[in-house]
């Protein structure tokens, strides 16, 4: 048996159809291929993210490192450079893709990732709508929650932030989720024109106003189906509070915000981390009650305090939210998309070159 069959360490990355795994499960195991990111960590602790393409280096002040080195090599190897310096590699964790792929607007932090996944309560073959996408980083948690047998609808008012969204999702998965449909425009209107009444099980919202899209989702979300929303700003949380109470259509909202605080490990220096992200966003969750009945929580059931003028203060600019130029944006959805392509041609090559005699794949 040839090598390549032995470990398919330069083939191409086995796909759903021949493995039976979930979608974007073999990618992640087995020796490094071809096209794949890894992560680089030096001797200093120093982190960098590479693709392995064959016959290039990875060039620093301090040396070069071939990529065929790594190529076909174990996770986890620790490989040398030209020069001897050390590096250890490893396949980048969806935390370390979130927070380094091409973006547009402010992504869900991993930590709140995991809150809106468990206390969402999203199940494998949940159906789900998401708004907005902005760069796709929820809607991935999203989809390896609802695996290839679940439902996620994701709207997106803004065509470039789909366009990132669709690069990474494509980047992270290795093609297309079958289990993912994105849609644009505006959530409260698109999703009662696409999906029936009553027939979705979770509601995760991240945008500036999902008061506006009250009425939309009590119309789709099924009886005990759960709406989670995360906002940035207490203004936000409170308004979208009163709202979800005024209607009345839905159960006592229930708030929180989660903080993580590193540790620093050496020695007899046992500590907390001198620097910790401090705020990212508040979480809220809902219910949806049965049509027909009055929640149970008239007594503190309390007036909406926000007139129109109120609501005309919020502006992304006003909860603090950075103005991307459309430039930027552009540039990101060209990232997301070469990303995605380098990836596809790469794999391509690698699979003509495999099935060629005498190709790489028969050494
Ligand atoms: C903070 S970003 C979302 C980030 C995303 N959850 C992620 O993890 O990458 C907010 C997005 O909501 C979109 N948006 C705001 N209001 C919307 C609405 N009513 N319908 C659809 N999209 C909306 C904005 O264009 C923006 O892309």
């Known amino acids: 048996m040839s090598q390549s069959e032995n470990n398919n360490n330069t083939g191409t990355t086995p796909g759903t159809a021949e493995t039976g795994e979930p979608h974007g499960a073999a990618a992640r195991r087995g020796p490094f291929r071809s096209g794949e990111r890894v992560q680089l960590t030096d001797e200093r602790g120093r982190m960098n993210t590479i693709t392995l393409t064959p016959g290039t280096a990875y060039h620093t002040h301090k040396g070069f490192l071939n990529h065929d080195l790594l190529i076909g090599q174990v996770e986890g190897s620790v490989?040398?450079?030209?020069?001897?310096?050390?590096?250890?590699?490893?396949?980048?964790?969806?935390?370390?893709?979130?927070?380094?792929?091409?973006?547009?607007?402010?992504?869900?932090?991993?930590?709140?990732?995991?809150q809106i996944i468990t206390m969402g309560d999203i199940y494998p073959g949940a159906r789900v709508v998401e708004a907005g996408v902005g760069s796709g980083a929820l809607s991935i948690s999203l989809l390896r929650a609802v695996g290839d047998?679940?439902?996620?609808?994701?709207?997106?008012?803004?065509?470039?932030?789909?366009?990132?969204?669709?690069?990474?999702?494509?980047?992270?998965?290795?093609?297309?989720?079958?289990?993912?449909?994105?849609?644009?425009?505006?959530?409260?209107?698109?999703?009662?024109?696409?999906?029936?009444?009553?027939?979705?099980?979770?509601?995760?919202?991240?945008?500036?106003?999902?008061?506006?899209?009250?009425?939309?989702?009590?119309?789709?979300?099924?009886?005990?189906?759960?709406?989670?929303?995360?906002?940035?700003?207490?203004?936000?949380?409170?308004?979208?509070?009163?709202?979800?109470?005024?209607?009345?259509?839905?159960?006592?909202?229930?708030?929180?915000?989660?903080?993580?605080?590193?540790w620093h490990?050496?020695?007899?220096?046992?500590?907390?981390?001198?620097?910790?992200?401090?705020?990212?966003?508040?979480?809220?969750?809902?219910?949806?009650?049965?049509?027909?009945?009055?929640?149970?929580?008239?007594?503190?059931?309390?007036?909406?305090e926000f007139s129109d003028e109120d609501l005309s203060h919020w502006t992304p600019e006003a909860v603090g939210e950075r103005a991307v130029s459309d430039r930027k944006l552009r540039r990101a959805a060209r990232d997301a998309a070469s990303t995605v392509q380098t990836k596809r041609t790469k794999s391509k090559n690698e699979n003509a070159a495999t099935e060629t005699p005498g190709g790489p794949g028969d050494q």
């Open 79 to 114: 490989v040398e450079n030209n020069v001897e310096q050390q590096y250890q590699a490893l396949r980048p964790l969806l935390s370390d893709f979130v927070l380094s792929m091409p973006r547009g607007a402010a992504v869900v932090y991993p930590k709140d990732a995991g």
């Open 265 to 304: 490990l050496e020695g007899l220096a046992v500590r907390p981390d001198h620097r910790m992200v401090a705020h990212t966003g508040f979480l809220m969750v809902t219910r949806r009650l049965a049509d027909g009945v009055t929640g149970l929580n008239l007594k503190k059931k309390a007036k909406a």
């Open 149 to 262: 047998s679940g439902y996620l609808h994701s709207f997106e008012r803004r065509e470039e932030f789909a366009d990132i969204a669709r690069g990474n999702v494509e980047t992270i998965f290795g093609g297309p989720h079958p289990a993912w449909k994105i849609s644009l425009g505006d959530f409260q209107d698109q999703v009662v024109a696409q999906e029936a009444p009553g027939s979705i099980d979770r509601v995760v919202l991240d945008m500036l106003a999902p008061w506006e899209c009250l009425d939309a989702v009590a119309t789709v979300l099924a009886p005990g189906g759960v709406w989670v929303n995360y906002v940035a700003t207490v203004t936000q949380l409170s308004r979208t509070a009163e709202a979800i109470r005024a209607d009345g259509r839905f159960t006592e909202p229930d708030a929180w915000e989660s903080m993580v605080r590193g």
